[in-house]
């Protein structure tokens, strides 16, 4: 299949980008400045326990020879261990990462959904008061803060009306069996809500914006105009023949929106108190866990890069004619 033939070439470029995140991320987390170790120190330590704390953790070591070490252990799948937690990185990220997914996901397909309708709507009809009105408005959704937007709906909808809960995933004591228990659950569905909502107003406006000026694009072509002379009608022409022509970048844009909404979900994770990888991200870092900070971000970037090229597959796979040198 012609789509695969640049896959190769692709996937050379992203392991090399790949490693240079793992690169920066290792020496970036390492220079910077205080001891990670201050805060799991006792005072009453001796100058041997200390030392012998350090060396569990790898960090009496060179630096150079950290990151040798850690390259040969990210090679077998290991990400060291939590200094917070004293536990494996790798399944402390794999037990927050279906709820950082779920949350990207859902308020994705909502902000699509709604930004697909709507921008062939606005492109229907151009020009009137409804666009006019429309435009600016998604404009400043697109332009709000993250945290600020989330505080807003948690204020009004949780603090003020008490239709839904503050923060969390579920209430207290409660439990599941599986993750399909939890998130088929109305309790989940319910904490749920206000942090999507927070991500889809934010993000519905890129695939509006989008699906309007490529209808706008559509609209002016021959076989539309051909549709029209034939007497079909409007809901026909911009349905069947606009439409369907002008989602193609709409739909491969949502590939890379996967990988920049979880950039975004580190706010909106903090502000909603959401158990997922954007939250413990925060704390990791606040509190100068470098392993687990290292294991998240490099998460997040191996998901941006993933994406990224799936982006780069289905546009070849849906348009022949795009080529990739």
Sequence with gaps: MSFLKPASARLLQLV??????????????????????????????TVEQQEILMAQFG????????????LG?????????SFRYREPVAGRILSLLPNTLVLTFSSLIVAYAFGILAGAYLAWRRGSAVENIA????LTTRAMPEFWLGMVLLAVFSFWLGWFPAGGTRGAGASYDSYFALYTSTEFLTHLALPALTLAIYSQGLPLLLMRSNMLDVMKDDFVTMARIKGLSNWTVIVRHAARNALLPVMTSFAIAVGYQLQGNVVVESVFSWPGLGRELVNAVSGSDYPLAQGA????????????????????FLDPRISHA
């Design 16 to 45: 090399f980008v790949l490693w240079a995140v793992v690169t920066i991320l290792f020496f970036m987390f390492r220079l910077m400045p205080g001891n990670p170790m201050a805060a799991y120190i006792d005072p009453t330590f």
């Design 297 to 316: 971000f490099l998460a997040i970037a191996v998901v941006v890069i993933a994406m990224n090229l799936v982006a780069d597959l289905l546009y070849a």
């Design 59 to 70: 960090l009496d070591k060179p630096l150079w020879e950290q990151y040798f070490i850690y």
């Design 73 to 81: 252990n990210l090679l077998q799948g290991e990400l060291g261990d």
């Design 135 to 138: 435009i600016p408005l998604v």
